[in-house]
């Protein structure tokens, strides 16, 4: 079969992920990123349960393991720094994993083994630029770039986050986009410069403040910081995505006097430094692809950072996608030809029926508000998060799971298909 002219918008997780599987069987993939390099920075992730098998049939698990991050478990501390729970990593094949698990790693580092691994089987990647139009003509898609080029390619896949331009494109202007936020919650992420103490582990420590709001700080270097601030508010509806400026404020203005290390945090945060700000929403789409046009990672089914399941959800979804482009198009051969549109598809219908048991599981319940406003609502209060810290301390007491319980790791009735067309 000839290879197939695959444009995949977004040079993250899922896009490199995908770029992987479908440069590595002959397909001819080029990768559009609208930063000017790639983007190898971002806080810590993981991967879980299927995400972690489709890195091992990538190949990529020493590459992997000689970056993860040496987080040893999560520790709640109240406002004075002492700790109140602990839920330490779990060993190597000892059931579902903690909150820190084995395989924590960097965006970047991620990012980056996925791109030279790539790159490696023949993806071009094109930085600073970006799709401007595309319209699907029935046999191709003609793209004009915002660099004034334009190409045709067999299939266009939108990688582009979670306010993903693509999914707009591909549904129309008048078609709801599937975004769907998560009433008022936000997180903002950075680094900040602080040498590891005496005496200090590589934990997740966590702390909560009455007013639904809280900090937690990792760190995979001695030198610095990974600092998360979230919480639940309604400072940032009026405040433009992207005014940084704005967004820092609204953030300090929430923490104000939130206790522990707050003052340090936000003094830290009104720096120029690597500030990052999401609201936090779902992606619910009926379907991930019209005519040429497919969505993959948080593009077609963002499952928010409250699950644990964002990276390991992109990297399945890209796996499945490949193996049924694979399966319903072949692997890609220098014989000259065009595809018909049929077994394409076959492919994004596959993905369809294969992956969605998949995400309705990991989606399943996070914009139930009942559910969220019972654990805001006791984060709220001063009684509510004593509360909280006896329910640490017994849990911790017990070496009860806690990732297991609050994140979506467990995908039950549900088997990740092989793909011997991958191989």
């Known amino acids: ?62 590459a992997f393991r000689a970056q993860v991050a040496p987080e040893q478990g999560l520790q709640l501390v109240d406002r004075r720094g002492r700790r109140r729970g602990f839920f330490p990593v779990n060993p190597p094949g000892e059931g579902v994993q903690n909150f820190t698990t084995e395989f924590e790693i960097m965006r970047g580092s991620m990012c980056r083994i ?23 003509k029935g046999d191709s898609v003609a793209v004009h770039f915002a660099d004034d080029k334009a190409d045709s390619f067999d299939i266009v896949v ?11 494109m591909m549904l129309g202007k008048s078609v709801d986009d599937g975004l769907r936020p998560l009433n008022g919650l936000v997180s903002g992420y950075f680094t900040m410069p602080r040498p590891m103490q005496e005496g200090e582990e590589y934990c997740a420590t966590v702390y909560v403040a009455p007013g639904s709001r809280g900090l937690m ?54 720096t120029d430094n690597d500030f990052y700000l999401e609201r936090m929403a779902l992606v619910k789409l009926g379907r991930w692809y019209r005519g040429r046009v497919v969505l993959v990672g948080d593009a077609a089914w963002c499952p928010t950072a409250n699950t644990g399941m964002g990276t390991t959800s992109a990297m399945v979804g890209a796996y499945i996608l490949a193996g049924e482009i694979a399966r319903h198009c072949g692997r890609g051969t220098k014989e000259p030809g065009t ?16 992956f969605r048991p998949f995400m309705d599981q990991v989606q399943k319940g996070v914009d139930d508000e009942g559910g969220a406003n019972i654990a805001y609502t006791m984060m709220s209060s001063s009684l509510g998060i004593s509360l909280l810290y006896i329910i640490a301390g017994v849990a911790s ?16 009735d549900w088997d990740l298909p092989d793909y011997k067309e991958l191989s």
């Open 158 to 168: 939108g990688a582009d986050g979670l306010h993903s331009r693509t999914r707009k």
């Open 339 to 354: 595809f018909k549109s049929e077994g394409i598809t076959k492919a994004f219908d596959a993905l369809d029926t294969k």
């Open 114 to 136: 996925l791109y030279d691994a790539a790159i490696k089987h023949g993806a071009k990647f094109v930085f600073g630029t970006s799709i401007k139009t595309l319209e699907d």
């Open 1 to 62: 079969m000839p290879a197939l002219r695959v444009l995949i918008s977004g040079g993250g997780i899922a896009g490199n992920a995908l770029a992987f599987w479908l440069s590595k069987i002959g397909h001819d993939i080029t990768v559009v990123e609208r930063f000017p390099s790639l983007r190898d920075t971002g806080l810590q992730l993981d991967l879980r349960g299927h995400g972690i098998e489709v890195m091992r049939r990538m190949g990529l698990e020493e």
């Open 217 to 270: 700080i990792r760190r995979s270097d001695p030198k610095f910081w990974q600092v998360y601030i979230g919480g639940k508010t309604d400072a940032l509806n009026d405040v433009p995505k992207g005014d940084v400026k704005a967004e820092k404020a609204a953030l300090a203005k929430m923490m104000q006097g939130a206790g522990w290390e707050t003052e340090n945090v936000l003094a830290a945060m009104n």
């Open 397 to 412: 007491f017990f070496k009860l799971n806690v990732g297991a319980m609050m994140l979506k790791e467990q995908v039950k």
